[in-house]
């Protein structure tokens, strides 16, 4: 049995567009900047999303044009903070120097519409799941309500799923009810009634903390901000016993006005068992909490190592980084047995507002 690593590698390429005809005419929204602005940012700046504006029209993009200019110079935009030596990212983000040196070539040029007619069609986005329908679909039993100001939430709410039968999941959907609150929620199931008994204890939904209710609670993975729905690759699902209780971790962080939360999850069934098993490496383990980390009074800079020998040959699809405010910098390589190495993963600035999985 192959064991397959969910913190590792995932391969996939990348998509530019050209700017060749921009050189031939005068650069306007319509021919050149609306493309870019279509393929790159409206997938996130629009409504619904967690975005504070959208960039879904002329106006939009004229408004904040000199701010458009700037982050995607500076490459803050589109967010994209992972670098590999090695390896490509599947659906990477990112901009070419044609196209940022187009964005602020435009700008400075007074920011011309063009041609209406020219204007491309907006790109399709689904109005209800990424993935399709999903085969079971559950929310939160009752509204959280998430206070304007204070220090950010940790919760965990329970989710009964009345499922008679053993299922095996290939995918899970998060869609949060106010995406301005939302920073991430990870997926578990409990089989004990441990979640719900924490839960009965309080007078408003959920129990302070995340991953309290014991052993017996797996992982179905889970959602942050920046983070897209995906498909566990073929052969791969995973288990969800008949009788679970569905458990969000939570974490909230606050944007100045009271909000009442919602989350509905989307879960999408396996027909056949997984072919093969996966699990994830942690390291360090227990996100760190056990490293001793004593950061010394005016360090500047403090590393924290860990390393972990794989006992058998792996396939890798996945990987993906936490640490909080204090972290700045992650990297993770792979050493082979002829003692080469190659490097999977490179954060060079940590956001702790963007933890996506690659």
């Known amino acids: ?43 996130c ?29 500076s490459k803050f935009m589109p967010p994209w903070h992972a670098e590999s030596a090695d390896y490509k990212f599947q659906d990477e983000r990112g901009l070419t120097e044609d196209e940022i040196g187009m964005l602020a070539k435009w700008v400075e040029s007074g920011m011309v519409e063009g041609d209406k007619k020219k204007l491309p069609t907006l790109p399709k986005y689904t109005s209800g799941w990424q993935l399709g ?37 290939k995918a899970v959907e998060f869609k949060p009810g106010e995406p301005s609150v939302v920073h991430h929620s990870l997926f578990r199931y409990d089989t004990t ?40 690759p073929k052969g791969l ?53 056990l490293s001793r980390v004593d950061i010394p009074a005016g360090e500047k800079k403090y590393t ?3 390393s972990f020998v794989v006992p058998i040959d792996v396939e890798a699809f996945g990987i993906s980084s936490h640490a909080h405010y204090l972290g700045k910098e992650l990297k993770m390589t792979a050493t082979f047995p002829n003692g080469k190495t190659k490097e999977l993963l490179w954060i060079k600035n940590w956001d702790f507002s963007w933890q996506e999985q690659y």
Not at 2 to 21: D, K, Y
Not at 276 to 287: L, N, W
């Open 133 to 169: 329908e999903p085969d079971l679909v559950v929310k939160m039993t009752e509204p959280y309500p998430v206070s304007a100001e204070g220090r950010d939430i940790y919760r965990s709410f329970v989710i009964p799923l009345d499922i008679k039968q053993n299922k095996w999941v």
């Open 45 to 73: 700046h629009r409504k619904g999303e967690a975005t504070p504006f959208a960039f879904m029209n002329y106006n939009d993009v004229r408004k904040r044009g000199k701010l458009i200019a700037k982050v995607t110079e």
């Open 1 to 43: 049995m192959r064991l397959h690593i969910l913190n590792g590698l995932l391969l996939g390429g990348t998509f530019a567009l050209s700017a060749v005809e921009a050189k031939k005419t005068e650069l306007n929204f319509s021919e050149h900047i609306a493309p870019i602005v279509f393929n790159n940012c409206t997938t």
């Open 237 to 289: 699902a995973f288990r969800l016993p008949k009788g679970s209780d569905l458990v969000l971790d939570m974490h909230f962080h606050l944007s100045g006005k009271s909000e009442k939360e919602v989350s509905t999850v989307g879960l999408y069934f396996s027909d056949e068992p997984p072919t093969s098993t996966f699990t994830g490496i942690q390291m360090p383990p227990v996100f760190g909490a």
């Open 193 to 232: 009634g441990n979640a719900r008994r924490l839960d009965a204890r309080t007078s408003t939904p959920g129990f302070t903390g995340m991953g309290r209710g014991g052993r017996s609670t797996q992982s179905l993975g889970g959602w942050a901000v920046g983070g897209r729905a995906k498909f566990l």
């Open 304 to 306: 924290v190592k860990d």
